[in-house]
């Protein structure tokens, strides 16, 4: 459809204010936890890095940072799903079985919750903000929330595909050692994996 010439003007996108690092963003206690990670087979499945294509990494970023999803098939979409939209619901076999899945035992730690409404209302930010389609301008909120005073270890996020939670954490010092890894294998012989596959009548090339 053509849009006409008097079309309504996009909505206005959110960065942190000036004032960000005295706002009282809230602390949430993200409690224990065994979370899941999808990673390429020959890596660590804890490597913490800084990814120019990740939501929340901006280049400037004071710590490298991890990702973890809260159920297998949330790392799968995180992982696969521009795959599957973006083709013929199709996957390179290649990639595909270069990864490996593991769950980690994530301590207790204190977050900032983006999926919390009081919580952003607290930062001035709305949700299509942080997930505007200009990857810099979440990565902006990451770099922010790195560096405001409440410390926080990580940021805990919605899926673009799921809604459900995943955490980006912060390597600040001894993350990484806190952590308790247990490997589930490759992809290929994962049960709940290839059933994600099968379920969605994705094809491997």
């Known amino acids: 459809m053509r849009m006409s010439s008097d079309s309504k003007p996009p909505r206005p996108v959110y960065q942190p204010s000036d004032d960000f690092g005295a706002r009282i963003i809230p602390v949430t ?10 990673h390429r087979s020959d890596r660590s499945p804890i490597q913490f890095g800084k990814f120019a294509h990740h939501r929340f990494t901006h ?19 995180e992982y696969f799903g521009d795959d599957v939209f973006g083709g013929q619901r199709v996957i390179s076999s290649g990639k595909w079985r270069g990864c490996s899945l593991s769950r980690i035992m994530i301590p ?10 009081p919580t952003r209302e607290a ?13 810099a301008i979440p990565q902006v909120w990451g770099l922010a929330l790195q560096e405001h005073p409440a410390a ?43 059933d994600w596959l099968d379920e969605r009548s994705v094809a491997l090339v």
């Open 59 to 77: 280049p400037d970023c004071r710590f490298p940072m991890l990702h973890v999803g809260v159920t297998v098939p949330v790392c799968l979409w």
């Open 123 to 135: 930062m001035g930010v709305d949700k299509a903000s942080l997930l505007a389609a200009d990857i």
């Open 29 to 38: 206690r993200q409690p224990e936890q065994a979370w899941f990670r999808v």
């Open 152 to 194: 926080f270890d990580g940021i805990k996020y919605s899926s673009r595909f799921t809604d459900l939670p995943c955490l980006v954490l912060f390597d600040r010092g001894g993350m990484a050692v806190r952590m308790e890894v247990t490997s589930l294998g490759p992809l290929s012989q994962v049960n709940h994996a290839v």
């Open 108 to 117: 207790a730690l204190g977050v900032c919750d983006v999926c919390d409404g």
